[in-house]
């Protein structure tokens, strides 16, 4: 299989199942979590590997702010310790770490340390890591319309400006999606820019899912016919 494994140029990940793989181990969720971070580490090797150009996953939703506080302070906890643990490992492999959501409503220290990595690997020219944090789908299109109906007053939209708008703007579509932890929806992810995605779902609960099952949904997504709507 592995030499007509078809290499997508951006694969995105909803890394679903943190709670119930810690829950099915006697342990607190916050531990999924953890577990969950390894498996992002893991993955973003193997997208170097792969020389899958963007990686991009979902971090944290904007309806994620109706967890325990515990829960949430953990995970921007989590989140800083990866940034300060994977910079020197991106910078070294080339990797380009950007975020994207409305940063506005986070802590500000998490914003710092996010604007730092950010800064550090601008030059990188290799893979990019796109975090996204605190972003909806619908969030996403508001925002687009909004600006634009305030950049361009009495302009009609066209799809090109939406995707000029978009807080992923300059990003290409995702060529595959990847959900892990048997559940099959969308969650309000990326809802205009998964228009032509290809969804994989996986039983697999995101603190297991390494390698082997990264190059799995790769086979399987070796197996599609793309046609965009056309024959
Ligand atoms: C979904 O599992 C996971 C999240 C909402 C958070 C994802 C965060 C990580 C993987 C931590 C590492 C991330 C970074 C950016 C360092 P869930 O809690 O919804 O699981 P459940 O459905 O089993 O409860």
Same mark, same amino acid.
């Given at each position: 299989?592995?030499?007509?494994?078809k290499?997508?140029?951006?694969?995105?990940?909803?890394?679903?199942?943190?709670?119930?793989? #810690? @829950?099915?181990?006697?342990? *607190?969720?916050?531990?999924?979590?953890?577990?969950?971070?390894?498996?992002?580490? #893991?993955?973003?090797?193997?997208? %170097?590997?792969?020389?899958?150009?963007?990686?991009?996953? =979902?971090?944290?939703?904007?309806?994620?702010?109706?967890?325990?506080?515990?829960?949430?302070?953990?995970?921007?906890?989590?989140?800083?310790?990866?940034?300060?643990?994977?910079?020197?490992?991106?910078?070294?492999?080339?990797?380009?770490?950007?975020?994207?959501?409305?940063?506005?409503? $986070?802590?500000?220290?998490?914003?710092? &340390?996010?604007?730092?990595?950010?800064? &550090? @690997? &601008? #030059?990188? @020219?290799?893979?990019?890591? %796109?975090?996204?944090?605190?972003?909806?789908?619908?969030?996403?299109?508001?925002?687009?319309?909004?600006? =634009?109906?305030?950049?361009?007053?009495?302009?009609?939209?066209?799809w #090109?400006?939406?995707?000029?708008?978009?807080?992923?703007?300059?990003?290409?579509d *995702?060529d595959?999606?990847?959900?892990?932890?048997?559940?099959?929806?969308?969650?309000?992810?990326?809802?205009?820019?998964?228009a032509y995605t290809e969804f994989?779902? @996986?039983?697999? $609960?995101? *603190?297991?899912?390494?390698?082997?099952?990264?190059?799995?949904?790769?086979?399987?997504y070796s197996r599609r016919k793309r046609r965009f709507g056309k024959l």
């Amino acid at each position: 299989m592995e030499e007509n494994l078809k290499i997508p140029q951006h694969v995105s990940i909803i890394m679903d199942g943190n709670g119930r793989w #810690a @829950t099915s181990h006697g342990k *607190p969720r916050l531990f999924g979590h953890k577990e969950g971070a390894e498996s992002l580490r #893991a993955c973003m090797q193997f997208a %170097v590997e792969m020389q899958i150009k963007y990686l991009s996953i =979902f971090a944290f939703s904007t309806e994620n702010w109706g967890r325990p506080e515990e829960e949430i302070q953990g995970l921007w906890s989590l989140l800083l310790e990866s940034i300060n643990k994977e910079t020197s490992y991106m910078i070294e492999n080339h990797v380009r770490f950007r975020v994207v959501g409305n940063l506005e409503e $986070l802590p500000e220290y998490l914003r710092i &340390a996010i604007h730092d990595a950010e800064e &550090a @690997t &601008a #030059a990188c @020219t290799g893979s990019v890591l %796109v975090v996204m944090l605190n972003y909806s789908g619908k969030w996403d299109i508001v925002q687009a319309a909004n600006r =634009f109906a305030e950049e361009n007053p009495g302009k009609k939209m066209e799809w #090109a400006d939406m995707d000029r708008y978009l807080a992923t703007a300059g990003i290409p579509d *995702p060529d595959l999606l990847i959900r892990t932890s048997g559940e099959e929806r969308i969650s309000n992810y990326m809802l205009w820019q998964t228009a032509y995605t290809e969804f994989y779902f @996986t039983d697999c $609960l995101w *603190p297991d899912f390494r390698k082997p099952e990264f190059r799995l949904a790769l086979e399987a997504y070796s197996r599609r016919k793309r046609r965009f709507g056309k024959l």
